[in-house]
C-alpha cells in the first residue's frame, strides 16, 4: 500500500513507485489535497486514511 497524498510535490515518484510493484496484493490511496505534513499527523484536517489502512493490512495479516 502507498498512501500519498495529492498536493505533495513528489507525488509522481509515488505514482511511479506504485506502477513498478508487481503483484495484485497492492493498493494506491490518493488523499486529494493532502501534502506531506497533513499524512505524518493529520495536518488538522483528518487527512490519514485509517480505515483503508486498516482494511488492507487487515485483509492480509489478520
Known sequence: MI???EAAHSYYMGRDAFARLT???KEFVTIPG???TDLYDGGG????PWD????FFDARFA
Open 34 to 36: 493532502a501534502v506531506h
Open 45 to 48: 484536517k483528518n487527512a490519514i
Open 3 to 5: 498512501v500519498h497524498g
Open 52 to 55: 483503508r489502512l486498516t482494511g
Open 23 to 25: 503483484g495484485d496484493n
